[in-house]
Structures are given as C-alpha cells and as structure tokens.
C-alpha cells in the first residue's frame, strides 16, 4: 500500500467511528426515552442519565474526535 491508500483508509475508518458514535447517541436517547416513559422497567433516573450521556455522545464526542484527527494543521498551539 502507498501512503495514499493508508491515508483514505484511515480517513475513511475515523468516519465510521464518528458516525458510529452519532449512532450509538442516538440509540442512548431513545432508550433512554423509553425508560422515562415506563416502557422499559428501570429507575427513571437510568433514563435521564441515559438521555444526557446519549446527548454528549451524539453532539460533543463526534466534535471532539474529529478535531482531535483534524488534519488542518492545528497543534492546539493557536
């Protein structure tokens, strides 16, 4: 392999995780949504709890990957 099929498999890789991370969010609110509404039989607290890390991980996590794989040239030093 040259440095170019490393790189577009690498790129394409980081993607599936991004998305993957948005993915998983979302299934963390839903069922977090269905413990709130007695659908599923847990402390509703575990829904809330859910609902919040679902949250963080369909909204922030992704960011943060995708910043900290930036290939911009950024090194956190500006």
Known sequence: MDDREV???RARNRFLVIN?????GVVMIL????????LVTLPAIAGYVLIALGFLETFV????LARMWSS???D???
């Open 72 to 74: 911009n040239g950024r």
């Open 20 to 24: 993957l991370m948005r993915a998983a």
């Open 61 to 64: 996590t992704p960011q943060v």
């Open 76 to 78: 956190g030093s500006q």
């Open 31 to 38: 069922f977090g949504i269905a413990i709130v509404q007695r």
């Open 7 to 9: 790189e577009e498999t």
